[in-house]
């Protein structure tokens, strides 16, 4: 015997399935749509005041380092020196001589130190002044006149100073007025070739500053 076994409408759950599976859905996502929008924004950070001032704190650390002097060292001991009584009278030894010992004089050093020593002096005016021996005429053969001063129509005087030793040697020369480079240069070897006679004072030769004018002349 074969029975066939009907349901419901209000029995059959797949009936109601699909209209119970839509609801849930709709209640779920409206809640959270609800959440992320109620919910609080963690991202956000609230904001700073500014008030256009910055305040900065400074905390004051002890200085850990200390402060360590160098030992003062002991003063060194200053050894003392042993002193001998000093007598208020010298003594004197009485050193008995005979009558054969022979005894030396020595010289005073005063007068042996003590030399003087005379300065040769140079004289400018003496008795007898030093002369050119053979006379002008040594000197002007060795005067010549260059072509740049012949150009030039250079004339004019060249003194020269010399100093005559003992012997009547030009021992110095120099130009004490200048008129050309050139020509005082010949002026100064003509003079300092030349011989002269001593100069005398008191009868003895001495050393005698004197000059000596070159004239130069165009004929």
Excluded at 125 to 140: D, Q, R
Excluded at 153 to 178: A, R, Y
Excluded at 202 to 217: A, D, Q
């Amino acid at each position: 015997m074969i029975m066939a076994i009907f349901k419901t409408k209000k029995a059959d759950l797949n009936i109601h399935y699909k209209k119970y599976f839509q609801t849930s859905m709709i209640i779920v996502l409206t809640m959270l749509i609800a959440a992320f929008k109620f919910s609080p924004d963690l991202t956000k950070k609230p904001p700073l005041k500014n008030d256009g001032e910055i305040i900065i704190t400074v905390l004051d650390i002890p200085n850990s380092e200390q402060n360590l002097k160098p030992p003062i060292p002991p003063r060194p001991q200053i050894p003392e020196i042993a002193t001998e009584d000093i007598l208020d009278e010298p003594e004197f030894i009485d050193n008995d001589l005979n009558k054969n010992d022979v005894v030396v004089a020595l010289p005073d050093r005063d007068k042996t130190n003590n030399r003087i020593v005379e300065e040769e002096i140079i004289f400018v005016a003496v008795e007898e002044m030093p002369t050119i021996i053979g006379g002008l005429e040594s000197i002007n053969k060795n005067i010549h006149y260059t072509d740049i001063a012949k150009r030039l129509d250079i004339q004019g005087k060249v003194i020269i100073g010399i100093l005559v030793d003992k012997k009547g040697d030009v021992v110095e020369s120099e130009v004490i007025k200048s008129l050309f480079p050139e020509l005082d240069l010949i002026a100064l070897n003509a003079v300092k070739q030349a011989k002269f006679t001593p100069g005398l004072q008191r009868g003895k030769p001495v050393k005698v500053r004197m000059v000596i004018p070159i004239v130069f002349k165009l004929k």
